[in-house]
């Protein structure tokens, strides 16, 4: 596996797959990885010739008093990880080298990445959809990977590749679990053990919602308030946002759900805010009968 620190040689890399004919995928992390990671490379891995992964803990997606400086990091056995699951180059660039001194643009969904989960963390999705676009342009990938649990993020990166016609394929990952359910996240591990117990009240009442919608007729507002409620009897709990919405616009849904949606949390568990999801599906015998 190619170690490439600098822009120069990770195009050099990519050069030479390009003059071997060979397709690309693209994993990008910020590092500290899990099994969740290793399932995107896993399917880039199925489907490309070649793989490049990148570590990079981007600060511009990071708020003034948000966890850049905790942001967990162990390059080495990120490394080993990558080796065992067969990628072939891995990019991890330095701050500086990915943001030149003056840089002063931007690449934004405007109103994406302003709701929900942005509407929580300001400007983080405008630094995704940046440093994602400047990976893209630095790799050159013909498929790039991401998981369905940063569902938003998913979401935001589909338009903002579709919008500015970028030349690469978006492909979504399911979210892979702990044995108990928890959505693995590189944030688990700062975690207490009293909040890790607790954390798994999302997984829980997001199987619950998906029981519901799909064995009765419900409304958008009442599983809402359900899933709301549900969490808040947790005490190590503090709920940020409980949405259900259009599973592609994001748009939000009233009355009775009608069609498949996605269920969004986010909910802070001590300084450590983790996010889960859900497409719920509503049973089409209740459909027939609206
Ligand atoms: O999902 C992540 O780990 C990051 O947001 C990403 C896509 C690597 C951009 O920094």
Do not use: W
């Not at 120069?8 to 099994?35: C, F, N, W």
């Not at 954390?199 to 308030?225: D, F, M």
Request: proline fraction near 6%; glycine fraction near 6%; aromatic fraction near 6%.
């Amino acid at each position: 596996m190619k170690i490439c620190n600098t822009k120069k040689d990770i195009r050099a890399v990519r050069e030479e797959y390009r003059a071997q004919g060979a397709s690309v995928g693209l994993v990008p992390t910020m590092g500290y990885l899990h099994d969740g990671h290793l399932e995107l490379v896993r399917q880039a891995r199925a489907r490309c010739d070649r793989v490049i992964a990148t570590i990079f803990v981007n600060p511009t997606q990071f708020g003034p008093n948000e966890d850049l400086s905790s942001y967990p990091s162990d390059l080495e056995r990120d490394f080993a990880m990558l080796r065992i699951e067969g990628v072939d180059a891995v990019f991890v660039p330095a701050p500086q080298d990915m943001y030149l001194l003056g840089s002063e643009t931007v690449v934004e969904t405007k109103r994406l990445s302003r709701i929900l989960i942005g509407r929580i963390r300001p400007g983080h999705f405008q630094g995704v959809t940046t440093v994602v676009t400047k990976l893209f342009n630095i790799c050159q990938p013909d498929y790039a990977y991401f998981g369905e649990k940063d569902y938003q993020q998913l979401q935001v990166i589909k338009r903002m590749v579709r919008d500015l016609d970028v030349p690469v394929e978006i492909k979504g990952v399911p979210t892979v679990r702990e044995a108990d359910g928890l959505a693995m996240s590189s944030r688990n591990v700062m975690l207490t053990p009293q909040d890790r117990i607790a954390a798994v009240s999302l997984s829980r009442i997001l199987t619950t919602a998906e029981e519901i919608c799909g064995s009765h007729p419900v409304t958008a507002q009442n599983l809402s308030k359900l899933i709301r409620s549900s969490l808040e009897d947790e005490p190590c709990a503090s709920v940020q946002s409980v949405d259900i919405r259009d599973a592609e616009t994001l748009a939000p849904i009233r009355g009775r759900i009608d069609r498949s949606v996605v269920a969004l949390l986010a909910v802070r568990f001590g300084a450590v805010l983790l996010i889960d999801q859900r497409i719920l599906t509503p049973n089409p015998v209740h459909l027939q009968k609206a």
